[in-house]
């Protein structure tokens, strides 16, 4: 059984952050589940262009609003927008390039990912995690 406590990954190598994001990874893939989890935690008036093209998402908000916008094959945005707020859960099932923005508040958000994240990923230049090597 793999039992962890949010307040043992803050400050740790496992708390990675960007400029409008902060992300605590709780399961990994060296845990063996097959997926990642994270709390994420995306700051009040930012915008984040994000494509995970080696990955799929899942996020419930948890607390905050925020909204995603998707973006076209060339990351321009579309006009497309989603209401997220507690209780909303968004999956990006076809490697979606979108937008990410937190509203009225910080929004904070459970995520999963397959394949699951090493730990220490940051957004590349595209808005894209690297993809594990097995």
């Given at each position: 059984?793999?039992?962890?406590?949010?307040?043992?990954?803050?400050?740790?190598?496992?708390?990675?952050?960007?400029?409008?994001?902060?992300?605590?990874?709780?399961?990994?893939?060296?845990?063996?589940?097959?997926?990642?989890?994270?709390?994420?935690?995306?700051?009040?008036?930012?915008?984040?262009?994000?494509?995970?093209?080696?990955?799929?998402?899942?996020?419930?908000c948890i607390e905050?609003?925020?909204?995603?916008?998707?973006?076209?094959?060339?990351?321009?945005?579309?006009?497309?927008?989603?209401?997220?707020?507690?209780?909303?859960?968004?999956?990006?099932?076809?490697?979606?390039?979108?937008?990410?923005?937190?509203?009225?508040?910080?929004?904070?958000?459970?995520?999963?990912?397959?394949?699951?994240?090493?730990?220490?990923?940051?957004?590349?230049?595209?808005?894209?995690?690297?993809?594990?090597?097995?």
């Open positions: 059984m793999i039992v962890r406590n949010i307040k043992e990954i803050i400050n740790s190598k496992y708390d990675v952050s960007g400029e409008n994001w902060s992300s605590r990874r709780l399961l990994l893939h060296k845990d063996g589940m097959g997926f990642s989890m994270t709390e994420t935690i995306i700051k009040k008036g930012t915008e984040t262009y994000i494509w995970y093209k080696n990955h799929f998402e899942a996020c419930y905050g609003e925020g909204e995603v916008e998707i973006a076209d094959k060339d990351g321009n945005k579309t006009g497309e927008i989603y209401k997220i707020y507690p209780g909303i859960l968004y999956a990006l099932d076809k490697h979606d390039k979108h937008y990410l923005r937190a509203t009225s508040s910080d929004m904070r958000l459970v995520c999963t990912f397959n394949p699951p994240l090493t730990g220490e990923e940051i957004h590349d230049e595209e808005g894209t995690y690297p993809a594990i090597a097995e």
